[in-house]
């Protein structure tokens, strides 16, 4: 009797969880066909959350790599089917543990776009409580997302451009505190400890990208400490649904391999589509499909006047000690070196004469400069350490709590400046002995800065030039010629004193006109050029500098195919106005006995900015050998964009 | 540079374990900014990031422990995280009496605005007996830091 009523129980349960069964097999397929019917697997906000990207003639590939991060077998490539995975595995009863997630967790941007979607029926499909998610939610407490972008340095090939991450600002706590909110980072994955291999390996894909979420001191000691790169901080407005979101999605890409390009899928595109993400409707890394620049990207964002709460200016270390410095008079500054290197102990009568007020300035500026010194090899932590600390413990005795003012805003963000294409038009007259020429010209530059160009949110002494085109016009031969194209030039002139020490060098190379073969005639070479020197600046605004070039000719005319020159380079820059920038320079190049030549070269270049994009350059040339000179002279019009 | 973040991340992670060990890594004064340089051209190449960075490995590793061993500041696990990072910021913060590294010491510790003055002039004023060496930890720098709010009236109720 009881048998048959325990044996009946059980044939209850098993239909009933049969019939459960049945439910959500039929519910799925509810949803499934709802989905088809408001073709959600097409649908931008879908692809956005997938990353997918349409293919060259037809179709969709995933810019994510990692195949965990799809629930259908050809979900890389398959929106549709993707779509029907996911919403099947939203009724996975898995349990969350510290390794596994339940998959509503795992895609919990997904899951609450399609719930939104579909209106899903909790009683059919019940929602799972994600702890996991919740609780690293509230740990990083978002409120207000921003934008961080620390300027690029001209001292390694990858981060010449800047670098662009969000920070999350915590809820309920003051400005003075950011340096403990979370940030958003997307990176390249890699170990590579050589820069070279490494930029080229970022350029043509061969490392993953990846998110990453860590406190935003650790990358301030990056950038600002160690870098010594300015920061601009974008305190952006989005509405607590479009952060909530943000967070969601980020949840689901941290530890998710990407595609990663340097030139485009790069850090600035990724947070764009994060970005995209958060807030539909939009489709700001739609306007980028070729390269992205994180301070065009950057621009892109603020296009919307809305979104920008507050811009804050956080200066690099080397910048705030440089503010400090010309804060001090010469004597003080002699005092805040012979402090540093040791020369005089704290107790010395001249330090002691200062008064308290300017004491304390020269003892913290002392103590910055062996921070700073270090953090460019100048010295062996260990020696200077107990200098240091004793350097804070004199200004700890001194009562006031008065610092230096802080280094001023800059007018010009790095958003601000101008685009980082360039196009041009003019044109002007070559001159060999008698012979005259005219030509038309055209230029274009896809990216970046030249040291001409308007300074105004760009890294002063630093030129970076990418794939610039030349194409002529010859007017006596009716014929369009390729006139030179370089492919990388790229200056960095930083001035020295007594406190900084920089090494300014170059290197520039591409295809070039220089007179080789029979006639002298100037055809185009391929050119390998750099340098290494020094640079002064006799102001603010006028810099000289030197430097010793070496320079490699490879053309099949040449005897050996190829030639070697090296010679001395001497050069002025002066920004005579804010828009207004002159250039004088002269070059020897003594080549090899393969092309038995003296190469010469001078020129004054005048650059006038008319706007914030467009300038007149005026170009006046001499180059050659003793016997063959070139004179030119060219005036063009300069668009900037981006 | 990854060297250094990989360090202070393992330095926070592992801080717990690490208390036997004569080096806390990541935790001397000097040891977080310091190691390593990025001196060169070529060393800098490397060093340097746009975008593409090292191996930060996920997650909220500060919060999950600090480079404290003492009872004393065990609570604040945030707060030792961004001494370990920190220690040279904070300290010249304190030498001074103000500063964004102090404020934000402070924020995680718990300090309450109404309190704040008061921290920063502790700080300031006990400045030698917190900052004990150039070899002192971050570790211990929150232990003498809890000690001496543990002195003053208005602080001791932090360090209960």
Known sequence: MFRKLFVGCLYLLASFSLQAEVTQQVYLDYLVTQAKNLKLAEHKEWLNLVHYQTNLFSGYTSEIISQEFFNAPDGMTNPESELKATLASFFSDIKETEKVQNPQCRHIARYHWLKNKLKFDSSKLPEQACKRFQKWYKTISPERLTLIFPAGTDNSPSSMFGHTLFRIDKKGKPESTRLSSYSINFAAETDEPNGVVFAFKGIVGGYPGRYSIIPYYEKVRQYNDMEHRDIWEYQLNLTPEEITRLMQHSWELVQTDFAYYFFLENCSYQLLALLDVARPGHDLKGQFSVWAIPSDTVAVMLEDEKILHKAVYRPSARTKLRHQINNLDSHEQDLVQALAYDEITLDNEAVQALSEERRALVLLTAYDYLVYAHSRGGFQRKDTLKRSLNLLRARNKIPSTTNFEPVPTPDIRFDQGHGTSRFAIGGGQTKRGEAERSFTELKFRPAYHNLLDNQAGYTQGAQINFFDFTFRYDEEDEAVRLHEWMIIDIYSLSPRDSFFKPVSWKVQTGLVRRPIGENYENRLVYSVNTGFGLNYGLTNDLHTFFMLDMTVLLHKDLPNEAAVAAGPSLGMMWRVTSGWNMWLSGSVQHYDDSLDLTYVDYRMEQNIALTTNTALRLVATEKGDRDHSDKEVKATFNWFFK | ?160
Do not use: H
């Not at chain 2, 490397?46 to 004393?72: E, P, R």
């Not at chain 2, 964004?100 to 004023?125: P, W």
């Open chain 2, 1 to 160: 540079m990854k060297k250094i973040i990989l360090s202070a991340l393992v330095g926070v992670m592992y801080a717990g374990s690490a208390s036997a060990a004569p080096n806390n890594v990541g935790c001397g004064w000097g040891s977080m900014i310091f190691e390593g340089s990025s001196g060169t051209m070529m060393q800098s190449l490397a060093a340097s990031t746009n975008g593409i960075s090292g191996n930060q490995t996920f997650g909220i590793t500060s919060g999950t422990a600090g480079c404290a061993k003492d009872g004393v500041v065990q609570k604040y696990a945030a707060a030792d995280a961004f001494m370990g990072a920190n220690i040279d910021k904070v300290a010249r913060d304190m030498s001074v009496g103000q500063g964004e590294a102090l404020e934000t010491l402070a924020d995680a510790m718990g300090i309450k605005s109404a309190d704040k003055a008061r921290f920063f002039e502790v700080a300031k004023a006990n400045f030698d007996a917190i900052y004990t060496s150039s070899n002192v930890t971050s570790d211990e720098v929150m232990v003498n830091l809890g000690k001496v709010m543990a002195n003053d009236n208005k602080l001791a109720a932090y360090t209960a």
